[in-house]
């Protein structure tokens, strides 16, 4: 069983950053991609980031790309979100996932274990 632990959200100020961290439990961590997910109220969970087993290989939706970096450490078993230049409607209750499956998915069903989340509120 994996265990999906996020930290680090908080409020902060439009322009600002904050970096948000996810502790995983169970030796397979390095095995599969990691990702981040994020839901806003009333709207759905959307994709934000997702990182490859190795860290090799990133993809980024277009809403964050240029803003917000992801990173893993896998001697850590932790995946890290660094969010900058944020913006009010980056406010969300933002989710870590793995998966058990080989490659890197970005869909939320690709995505087998979560995280319970962590809120991010920027205010202009």
């Known amino acids: 069983q994996v265990q999906l632990v996020e930290s680090g959200g908080g409020s902060v100020q439009a322009g600002g950053s904050l970096r948000l961290s996810c502790a995983a439990s169970?030796?397979?961590?390095?095995?599969?991609?990691m990702a981040w997910f994020r839901q806003a109220p009333g709207k759905e969970r959307e994709s934000v980031a997702a990182?490859?087993?190795?860290?090799?290989?990133?993809y980024y939706a277009d809403s964050v790309l240029g803003r917000f970096t992801i990173s893993r450490d896998n001697a850590k078993n932790t995946v890290y979100l660094q969010m900058s230049s944020l913006k009010p409607e980056d406010t969300a209750v933002y989710y870590c996932?793995?998966?058990?499956?080989?490659?890197?998915?970005?869909?939320?069903?690709?995505?087998?274990?979560w995280g319970q989340g962590t809120q991010v509120t920027v205010f202009s």
């Open positions: 169970g030796r397979t961590f390095a095995m599969f991609a």
């Open positions: 990182i490859s087993a190795s860290g090799g290989g990133t």
């Open positions: 996932a793995t998966r058990v499956r080989y490659g890197l998915g970005v869909r939320e069903s690709e995505y087998d274990y």
